[in-house]
């Protein structure tokens, strides 16, 4: 059976000047290595930011929408976009007391209420949240809470 071996040792013929020139650079492609990483992690740092700042500026954008459509009376088209832009920010209590206040124009009075809890639920002190959740249960007819 045949076995597999260096014929030759390695640095045997080779002088200390390229063998000194090999590791200085060896060394910078290192460094150059560390700082494309840095880069790499600072550009998406820096993407995620710029998607968040994205998202806001089309929820705001659906939202608008979804305020026109309401005053034009085109509730369910109000409610789908007001959703989109809930896909976008859901932490935006705004939006779910609007829903909730168009849910009460078309007498859906379960989902007004839904809607009316998670605004409290998001912002505990706003007036306009505890408003609507106050006139959605009344319109279910629970005078007590």
Same mark, same amino acid.
């Given at each position: 059976?045949?076995?597999?071996?260096?014929?030759?040792?390695?640095?045997?013929?080779? !002088?200390?000047?390229? !063998?000194?020139?090999?590791?200085?650079?060896?060394?910078?492609?290192?460094?150059?290595?560390? &700082?494309? &990483?840095?880069?790499?992690?600072?550009?998406?740092?820096?993407?995620?930011?710029?998607?968040?700042? &994205?998202?806001?500026?089309?929820?705001?954008?659906?939202?608008?929408?979804?305020?026109?459509?309401?005053?034009?009376?085109?509730?369910?088209?109000?409610?789908?976009?007001?959703?989109?832009?809930?896909?976008?920010?859901?932490?935006?209590?705004?939006?779910?007391?609007?829903?909730?206040?168009?849910?009460?124009?078309?007498?859906?009075?379960?989902?007004?209420?839904?809607?009316?809890?998670?605004?409290?639920?998001?912002?505990?002190? !706003?007036?306009?949240?505890?408003?609507?959740?106050?006139?959605?249960?009344?319109?279910?007819?629970?005078?007590?809470?």
């Amino acid at each position: 059976m045949a076995s597999f071996g260096w014929k030759r040792k390695i640095g045997e013929k080779v !002088s200390k000047a390229t !063998s000194q020139q090999f590791e200085a650079e060896a060394a910078d492609d290192k460094d150059l290595a560390d &700082d494309d &990483d840095a880069n790499w992690v600072h550009a998406t740092k820096r993407r995620k930011e710029v998607l968040l700042e &994205d998202c806001v500026k089309k929820s705001k954008e659906l939202k608008d929408e979804g305020a026109n459509l309401a005053e034009k009376r085109r509730y369910r088209e109000a409610i789908h976009k007001w959703d989109e832009a809930l896909q976008l920010t859901p932490e935006d209590a705004t939006l779910y007391e609007m829903k909730s206040q168009v849910l009460m124009s078309l007498h859906e009075m379960f989902p007004a209420v839904h809607a009316a809890e998670m605004a409290v639920q998001r912002n505990p002190r !706003s007036w306009d949240a505890w408003q609507t959740l106050g006139r959605a249960q009344l319109g279910l007819g629970e005078i007590a809470l």
